[in-house]
């Protein structure tokens, strides 16, 4: 019965005593004897009624009473001997009461007015608002469940907080998520890089016996992780391998396959080199695959002899450090030629650009592509940010000399409003969309196509219709040169464009140092052929006075680490990149400098220009910082940050490129 219910039953019963004492009263009037009779029938009556009222009252509050006591002990006691462990803390985090289970699991010793933290690093604002996580304590798993109440004050305002957390032991189903996480299936597929470039000259027998060391090589290497291989042509291999093993060769940086291929050579005495593509995560096997094709796309676009991981859209890679083996076939080249005339032929209008502070190889590809896109006939223009760029002089001279033709050289306001849906926009010396010297061009762009010589990135240009990239190129120019070979000019190209290219070739190679190849020197040469003029070219190298001097500072500041020339410039210089790059070159002429770098300031953070004779990767090492480039020439760009700091995350950056090759 409710305590109102009771309540109500207590005021009939009290109504119906009074009742039958108005009855005896009403007999009186006809009747004295009866009345007395009747009223002490009715006095016993209700006497013994209310005594028994009484007593049935006591007794049911006493048994509510010892009902409530004996649940409430119940209820602290069941929670107390509950086998999963709990606490109290309160809204500090202060541990208030805890169960005899939290003390055998969790904490053995005493922990009344501990802080929760002091135990279980536990993110307590994160847990009391979602109610739920996970933690990892000691060897084992646990899911946290939050109940808190609020003890509010007469006005109904909050006075104290209590929450009670209750841990849930989820260690086996952890460990049974990690097993089959480990037990997943990811597939790889392994390239010979250049193949046919390493077999086109030796002798059937040789090839057979080259062959036979790079299958048993695979099968050993695939075997040993519990593998399975297929080939699946004469330089590709199919593998799959569970994610345990897969972390494994992670670990060593994939070195036992990477280093494994370079002990095979051909008759020349090249090693071999593999590139592989691993895709992680995919929900198929199916949708692995095609991660693996992307990753393996990825290494040959950064010059092969290295591994990429494609999880998601995230790529990681492993090795990298080879130069690769230049192509002496010109096929991909000629074909590209004949795509990108065509293409020009069907443009109303030809936009070519390079990367933002575009320098001479970017300038002068660009220039020689609009020079041959003109003689074709074509509505052709460079654009270049006049304002901040590293080729000034190139600029200034081929203005100077093509006055006949009109100004090659358009404004981003003025190519924006001509630009068509049949306006092509071609792409000089990067791929990285992040780095273009006009992104809103390249937005408005129905039509892209680019020419790069840069390793590829992560973030590189997806939406090109042609494109021509070959990472051991030595420079943008380079490959242009190659490619206006093949075009159906109407007319010689004109000297100042052979310059321009020229150019671009030198800046890139330091005046045919590094970098260079067979097919280098071929395109130098035909350059020279049109008309190349090298002391003209020579003199757009020319620095003023005052840049020679801030060269000199920088390389005066200098210091050695680890075999690497480190120099600071903190100060904002007019000419502070061409001085940065040229400091960074002469660097390399210190006895005992494997690479240098130069750190120097610029409007929103630092900069950080990077070369190499290729003992010690460059382009690995800034990577790292959010750069790229090539083995011997890179760049990276570090926002709100100081010189000294930059030079903490450089070291930083070399110390682990010398531990993974080491």
Known sequence: MTGKGWKSFKLVSMLLVITALICALCIAQFNEVRFWLMLGVVSVVSIVYLGLFLRFENNLHSFVSEMESQLNLTERDSLYKFPAPALIVDSEGIIIWFNKAFTEQIHSDDAYGVHLNSIIGIDLEQTFSQKETVIEYQAGHYRITAVTTEKCDENGAPVSELTLLCFEDISDYISAKTDYENSRVRVMIILVDSYDELFSNIKDSDKAHITIQIDKMMETFVEERHGILKKIASDRFFALISENELKSLEGEHFRSILEKAHTITTGGHTPITVSIGVGRGGDSLPESESMAKQALDMTQGRGGDQVAVKDDDKYTFYGGSSTGVEKSTKVKTRIFSSSLESIIAESDMVIIMGHSWGDLDAIGAAAGICGAARLMGASAYVYSNTEKTLAGQLIDRLRDNIDDEGDIFITEEEALAAMTDRTLVIITDTNNKDLLDSPRIYSAASKVVFIDHHRMVVNSIDNAILSLHEPYASSASEMVAEVIQYFSLDGKLPSYYADALL????????????????????????????????????????????????????????????????????????????????????????????????????????????????????????????????????????????????????????????????
């Open 503 to 662: 150019a671009g070739i030198m800046l890139d190679t330091k005046n045919f140092v590094t970098k260079t190849g067979v097919r280098t020197f071929e395109a130098a040469a035909y350059l020279k052929k049109l008309g190349a003029d090298t002391i003209a070219v020579k003199l757009l190298f020319a620095t003023s006075i005052d840049t020679g001097i801030l060269r000199s500072k920088i390389i005066e500041s200098a210091e050695i680490y680890k075999d690497c020339a480190i120099a600071l410039c903190d100060e904002k210089q007019p000419d502070i990149r061409v001085a940065a790059s040229q400091a960074a070159d002469e660097l390399l002429s210190i006895s005992g400098v494997d690479a240098s770098f130069v750190i120097f300031r610029i409007e929103n953070g630092v900069n950080i220009s990077g070369r190499s004779y290729g003992t010690l990767n460059v382009q690995v090492i800034l990577e790292k910082l959010g750069g790229g480039g090539h083995q011997t020439m890179a760049a990276a760009q570090l926002k709100d940050i100081t010189c000294e700091s930059a030079r903490v995350v450089l070291t930083q950056a070399i110390d682990e490129h010398i531990r993974n090759i080491s």
